[in-house]
């Protein structure tokens, strides 16, 4: 979100230093950009919940989101 806000200030400082960026203009490329972060952003964050799997024995159920808890207790 932040990038995109910043997009015009980002493209006219790469064609101050030379180096333009013709995606910047473009819709289509900014769309799926935006996707791409979303996507990552929403995988690292179901990354992170499942990570407690990968060592159920050294997690306190409480720790736990809610959601996760009966699952975990009966590890």
């Avoid at 960026?21 to 979303?38: I, N, P, R, Y």
């Amino acid at each position: 979100m932040r990038f995109y806000e910043l997009r015009d200030e980002v493209k006219q400082f790469m064609e101050m230093k030379g180096t333009p960026v013709k995606e910047l203009s473009d819709t289509k490329w900014l769309c799926d950009l935006a996707f791409m972060v979303d996507i990552t952003k929403d995988m690292k964050s179901k990354q992170q919940e499942l990570n407690i799997f990968a060592t159920p024995f050294n997690v306190e159920p409480v720790d736990v989101p809610d959601n996760l808890q009966h699952e975990i207790i009966q590890l």
